[in-house]
């Protein structure tokens, strides 16, 4: 394994990593800012608020992406022992 190997699988892992954890990170963003702009045009600021909805969005996220998060961590894992099988 030379450094273009190494260097292309840990590209690989950082892409699978930011492909893979989106479905999760992007509805708790959506949700944080919607919060956010009702708390600052209500003046409520209540701690749960904040917390409650985005812990439900990331779950019901993770529950309804669970099946393209596995099919990317799948490819992943496909590829590394390809690269193993063939002697990188």
Same mark, same amino acid.
């Given at each position: +394994?030379?450094?273009?190997? $190494?260097?292309? &699988?840990? %590209?690989? @892992?950082?892409?699978?990593? &930011?492909? $893979?954890? !989106?479905? @999760?990170?992007?509805?708790? +963003?959506?949700?944080? /800012?919607?919060?956010?702009? *009702? #708390? !600052?045009?209500? #003046?409520? =600021?209540? /701690?749960?608020?904040? *917390?409650?909805?985005?812990?439900?969005?990331?779950? /019901? +996220?993770?529950?309804?992406?669970?099946? *393209?998060?596995?099919? =990317?961590? =799948? $490819? &992943?894992? !496909?590829? /590394?022992?390809? %690269?193993?099988?063939?002697? *990188?």
């Amino acid at each position: +394994m030379n450094e273009v190997d $190494a260097l292309d &699988l840990v %590209r690989s @892992a950082m892409w699978t990593i &930011l492909i $893979a954890s !989106a479905p @999760a990170i992007v509805p708790a +963003m959506v949700v944080g /800012i919607v919060i956010a702009l *009702f #708390q !600052a045009l209500t #003046q409520v =600021q209540e /701690i749960t608020l904040t *917390f409650i909805p985005k812990i439900v969005a990331i779950l /019901i +996220m993770i529950i309804v992406g669970g099946p *393209f998060i596995g099919g =990317q961590m =799948q $490819a &992943l894992t !496909a590829l /590394i022992y390809g %690269r193993i099988e063939s002697g *990188f």
